[in-house]
C-alpha cells in the first residue's frame, strides 16, 4: 500500500534527469509538466485537456490502460495536471477526493522538498481491497513560486506496482522551463478524478 510522503533531510531541489532502469521520463505537450513512470505504461496521454472557459490545462496520463484508470482500481497509474495557483489545497482535495471504493481513507500534509500542500491516501481500495489510491495537491515549496498549483492521482492496482507508485510520486515535477499559470491557461476546476465519473483525456 501506498505509504506517507517522504520528508528528508536534505530534500532535492529539482528531481533527476535520469530514470531508473525499467522506468522512463514523460514530459506533457506544453513542455510543463513531468514524471517518471514504468516502460510498461504504453498507454500515455500528454494531451492538455480544453477547457472552454479557461483554455488548454496542462495534462499528462500514463498506465497500462488510461481509462481502466480513471474509472476503475483495475489498473495501475498516474496523473498530473496543473492549476492557476490556489494558496489553499483544501479546496482541490474537497473536490477531487474520493468518498468511497477504499476501506479507508485520511488526509495528510505533504511535503517532498519541491512541493508541499496535502494528500490524501486510500488504502483496501477495488473489490479484492489490493489498489491503493493518492491524490496529492501540492504548490511549489519555495514561497515566492506562485507559478501554479499541482495535482496528482497515482493508483497501484495491486501491491506488485506500489514501486512504481513510489517513484512516480518522488518525480513528479515542473520543468526548468515552466512559467506561472493564469486562468488563460489552467482551469481552476476542470479535470476528473480516476474512480468519480467518466473523464475527458484531453
Known amino acids: 500500500m501506498v505509504g506517507s510522503p517522504a520528508r528528508a533531510s536534505a530534500p532535492p531541489t529539482s528531481p ?3 530514470a531508473p532502469e525499467g522506468y522512463v521520463r514523460l514530459v506533457d505537450d506544453t513542455g510543463l509538466l ?35 484508470f480513471l474509472q476503475t482500481f483495475d489498473a495501475s497509474g498516474a496523473l498530473i495536471t496543473a492549476f492557476a495557483y490556489d494558496p489553499d489545497p483544501q479546496f482541490l482535495i474537497d473536490q477531487f477526493s474520493l468518498l468511497e471504493g477504499c476501506t479507508d481513507f485520511v488526509v495528510e500534509p505533504f511535503d517532498d522538498g519541491r512541493f508541499a ?23 511549489p515549496a519555495a514561497p ?36 506561472a499559470l493564469t486562468a488563460s491557461t489552467a482551469s481552476t476546476a476542470s479535470s476528473t478524478p480516476a474512480n468519480s465519473q467518466p473523464a475527458d483525456p484531453g
Not at 492538455?48 to 481502466?68: K, M, R, Y
Not at 491516501?121 to 495537491?137: H, K, Y
Not at 497515482?154 to 522551463?177: G, K
Open 16 to 18: 533527476p534527469d535520469t
Open 34 to 68: 513531468t514524471i517518471v513512470v514504468p516502460e510498461t505504461w504504453t498507454d500515455v496521454d500528454p494531451v492538455p485537456v480544453e477547457d472552454v472557459d479557461n483554455g488548454p490545462q496542462p495534462w499528462l496520463a500514463a498506465s497500462t490502460d488510461i481509462d481502466q
Open 117 to 139: 500542500g496535502l494528500v490524501q491516501l486510500g488504502i483496501g481500495c477495488g473489490e479484492g481491497g489490493e489498489a491503493s489510491w493518492t491524490l496529492i495537491v501540492a504548490n
Open 144 to 179: 515566492t513560486d506562485q507559478s501554479l498549483t499541482a495535482m496528482v492521482q497515482l493508483q497501484s492496482a495491486s501491491p506488485a506496482d506500489d514501486e512504481a507508485v513510489r517513484i512516480a510520486r518522488e518525480s513528479f515535477a515542473t520543468t526548468t522551463a515552466s512559467t
